[in-house]
């Protein structure tokens, strides 16, 4: 057999290896002596002579099982001559004809010719052989015997050297590595090499040259080549002189070798080295390009930064759906998947520009659309598209990952800190309009909500009802504002069935009135009584609740029911035996949290902005855990909602009314008499349908009063929606205890590098199914840990990113349906430890089953 019969046989033996079952059709039946003749290593060949039946009780053996055989079918007839006859055979395997696709299994022989032939002969004689066969003049013989006689150069010293005769492979060999240039002199193959080079990819090597110098004027025609062939529009006048590749073949070919040489990990750091020498050699950082000249371009770092650059200053002006994708599309380029810190630009960029997004929208929609109610305004704010809170959720993102980014010194990250100061500029502008208008109306609605929950009715009509269908977890989340829960939500339908609802709070908006709201009998006659040291507290049934002890014992008392009360640290990362049997015993379960306040209350801003989002995660795995012992029905709200914007300036301040001051806060005052202003509205208790003859001042748009000692940038208290709208969210567990079907799935973790040495790491995960069936990809989540604690937050991802919680929805390989895409994951370090070795975990999100784990990651930083 020869070259091109060769070359077709490991077309075939690779498809075996990859997927076991191979069903291969040849109706011209060119290939009759080669299947005859077919001997692969452990593979039944099995040829179709005149019966499907016959056929199908020969290969019944190697199909019937649920472990995969490795089995080819080789049928000389056309697909649809077959009759589907074949039909489970070719489910469960691969199919190889001409025109078949992906081209790896496309048989035609024109086809196969031009392949097996282009790194013996050339690009030219190749594409003459194809229409030759095309023809009918060239049989498979004919074609073998051609290749004998072409072989010249690379059947010569370089195959043997390099171990493959096809320019990529040796070009992506010599560019990786020095390690054959000793015996490329020693065999003085330097010419033969220099010659197969420059047939295919038509790069001029002057004689004479040492291997290196060969590597470095190769390297710099093939990324100069890349470049240049991707660049859209004109190229600048001081790179027309650069030289490329003549022709478009190898043009292609060089842009060919380039991307594989970069995707390829174990070569890529070859590629980063002379990447950085080419760049600077051209001088790339000078340059001034175009958005859309370089917005296909990954082949230089220098310009993948102007690119970033281009996208910040256009979002400056503008910010559109096309350039807030590009810099979602980017965040899957070569250079966000080889930087970790990339990666998070780009994210940065994503979300700023989204956010900007939903600024424009929201102001464009208050300006000119009809003069809504408060009711309507309530309903855009949590609506089930495109929401008004989605303001708020880009913002928190945002803010998230700008205080989990490091930025350098210098200027490099100038333009990336004029966008989030733009974004926060217009979140804080517009959030300020949308609230004085909402709150100007529900002043004119007589602050009446017709048909939406009240906080004091949750107990009642949402609690109570699942108490008699069964044992019922009641969650009280301090500070969970309604985007939260609704951002919560998109990450927990695989696991519950679940239902997303919006109450209006009772006001003030602060803990003690909201979490009392949520008590048995709140939605009678409940006040607003003072209790001393400018402390408020709700009075219901003639009960005074001032604090957690209150609550907890008003509702053991009303509940008519056992009661057991936790707290969310007590369930994680597993609840004591006392805990366990608590909760078993019990029929209402009442779990609190104040992680938010207590974080956000601190004034440690930026420790705030980077951390509050795990109490999402948190509460996923709490409610797992219910589940687990047993919970049928899991209720979950909120005491109030919360504003965190900028960090108050004098301009944002106003007055407080004064008078008899029974409570002040940056956002509410409470209290009898005082002045009047239009910076705030004034209200009385009783407006809102709660008893007591206290009046109420808060401001109409993001303003705060000024107090003493009080909070920077986290406030609540007030009457915005942000404050005003809390979740209820009503959950039951479907999945709690499965671990994804997709058990048979051999997965591989692939480290950015061996050490920790900044801030930000990277893992590639991939996965194989290891059987014939369809499987869909988990969502999983990545950990880096140390002594067991997890000591890292997830930033970003190639896709399939998840902001609510950081899981990462894989998805499959496009080319490969038992493949799942190779997807990048970037951490950042959020904690300080003393180990010297860290692993890295990946973990099913839905179970916490561990699927994969890298051990003993160097760890080379501080945070502190």
Not at 795 to 817: C, H, K, M, W
Request: proline share 4%.
């Amino acid at each position: 057999m020869g070259s091109v019969t060769d070359y077709l046989i490991s077309l075939i033996e690779k498809q075996v290896n990859d997927y076991c079952l191979v069903v291969w059709f040849d109706p011209e039946k060119q290939y009759k002596d080669v299947a005859q003749a077919l001997n692969i290593p452990e593979t039944k060949i099995a040829h179709y002579d005149g019966s499907f039946f016959a056929l199908r009780h020969e290969i019944e053996p190697y199909i019937s099982g649920y472990e995969p055989r490795r089995l080819i079918v080789y049928v000389p007839l056309d697909h649809a001559e077959t009759r589907n006859a074949l039909a489970e055979v070719e489910a469960a395997g691969v199919i190889m004809r001409p025109g078949q696709q992906p081209p790896a299994r496309n048989t035609r022989l024109s086809v196969i010719a031009r392949n097996a032939l282009k790194p013996i002969v050339g690009e030219d004689t190749a594409a003459s052989i194809e229409k030759q066969v095309e023809a009918g003049k060239l049989t498979l013989a004919d074609l073998d015997a051609l290749a004998e006689k072409g072989e010249g150069i690379t059947r010569g010293v370089v195959s043997v050297i390099f171990g493959a005769g096809n320019p990529q492979e040796v070009a992506l060999s010599f560019l990786s590595s020095e390690r054959h240039d000793a015996e490329l002199v020693s065999k003085n193959a330097v010419p033969e090499l220099a010659m197969l080079l420059q047939s295919a990819f038509g790069v001029e090597l002057p004689g004479g040259e040492s291997p290196n110098n060969l590597r470095t004027r190769l390297s710099r025609f093939v990324l100069q080549t890349d470049f240049l062939t991707r660049l859209r529009g004109a190229v600048p006048s001081e790179l027309q002189t650069l030289k490329i590749a003549a022709k478009p073949a190898m043009r292609e070919a060089c842009a060919t070798l380039a991307n594989t040489w970069r995707l390829r990990r174990d070569l890529r750091e070859s590629y980063v080295a002379f990447v950085g020498q080419v760049e600077k050699e051209l001088g790339l950082s000078n340059f001034t390009f175009e958005r859309e000249q370089i917005a296909n371009v990954e082949t230089f770092l220098e310009v993948e930064r102007a690119l970033q650059r281009e996208i910040e200053s256009a979002l400056l002006i503008k910010s559109t759906d096309d350039l807030v994708q590009t810099a979602k599309d980017r965040q899957s380029s070569f250079w966000s998947e080889h930087i970790p810190n990339m990666q998070a630009h780009w994210a940065l960029v994503a979300v700023a520009g989204q956010l900007l997004l939903e600024a424009d929208r929201i102001e464009q929609q208050i300006k000119s659309g009809p003069d809504s109610s408060a009711k309507a305004i309530f309903n855009s704010y949590i609506g089930s598209e495109n929401p008004l809170c989605l303001l708020d959720t880009n913002h928190r993102h945002m803010e998230r990952r700008y205080h989990n980014f490091d930025f350098e010194a210098g200027t490099r990250h100038d333009g990336l800190k004029q966008l989030i100061s733009k974004a926060r500029y217009r979140y804080m502008e517009v959030g300020a309009i949308l609230s004085e208008k909402f709150l100007r109306r529900y002043q004119e609605s007589k602050y009446r909500l017709t048909g939406v929950l009240r906080q004091t009715e949750i107990y009642k009509q949402k609690v109570k009802p699942k108490i008699a269908e069964g044992k019922t977890a009641y969650i009280w989340v301090d500070a969970l504002r309604f985007e939260m829960g609704r951002d919560m939500v998109q990450s927990l339908s695989d696991e519950f069935d679940l239902q997303l609802e919006s109450a209006v709070g009772t006001v003030p908006t602060i803990t003690e009135i909201g979490m009392a709201a949520l008590l048995p009998s709140a939605e009678g006659a409940a006040s607003v009584v003072a209790v001393g040291d400018s402390k408020l507290a709700l009075k219901i049934d003639n009960t005074i609740i001032k604090d957690r002890k209150d609550r907890v014992k008003f509702l053991k008392s009303k509940a008519g029911v056992n009661v057991f009360d936790v707290k969310l640290e007590d369930l994680l990362p597993s609840p004591k035996r006392r805990i366990e049997e608590g909760i078993r015993e019990a029929d209402l379960i009442l779990v609190t949290s104040q992680e938010i306040d207590a974080l956000c209350e601190g004034d440690n801003v930026p420790l705030a902005r980077r951390t509050m989002d795990d109490i999402l995660h948190e509460l996923r795995r709490a409610f797992r855990v219910l589940a687990y012992l047993g919970i049928q029905s899991i209720v979950l709200t909120a005491d109030h909602g919360y504003l965190f914007g900028e960090e108050l300036d004098e301009a944002m301040k106003i007055d407080a009314p004064g008078g008899e001051t029974v409570d002040l806060h940056r956002r509410v005052w409470v209290g009898h008499g005082g002045t009047a202003d239009p910076a705030y509205l004034r209200a009385r208790l009783s407006d809102f349908g709660l008893g007591g003859d206290f009046e109420i001042a808060a401001p109409w748009n993001f303003a705060c009063f000024r107090v003493k000692g009080g909070a920077k940038a986290y406030f609540h208290g007030g009457m915005s929606l942000q404050e005003l709208v809390i979740p209820v969210i009503t959950l039951k567990p479907t999945r709690i205890g499965q671990v994804s079907s997709i058990t048979n799935i051999e997965w591989k973790l692939i480290a950015g590098s061996q050490k920790i040495s900044t801030r930000f790491f990277s893992v590639q995960i991939r996965g194989v199914a290891t059987n014939l069936f369809e499987f869909i990809p988990p969502k999983v989540r990545v950990e880096i840990r140390a002594k067991g604690e997890s000591i890292s937050t997830p930033v970003s991802a190639s896709y399939g990113f998840e902001e609510a919680t950081g899981d990462i929805q894989l998805r499959l390989d496009e080319n490969d349906p038992k493949a799942i895409e190779p997807n990048t994951v970037t951490l950042a370090i959020t904690k300080e430890s003393n180990q010297k070795g860290v692993n890295v975990h990946l973990l099913d999100a839905t179970s916490g089953a561990e699927l994969a784990r890298l051990d003993k990651i160097e760890m080379a930083i501080s945070i502190l």
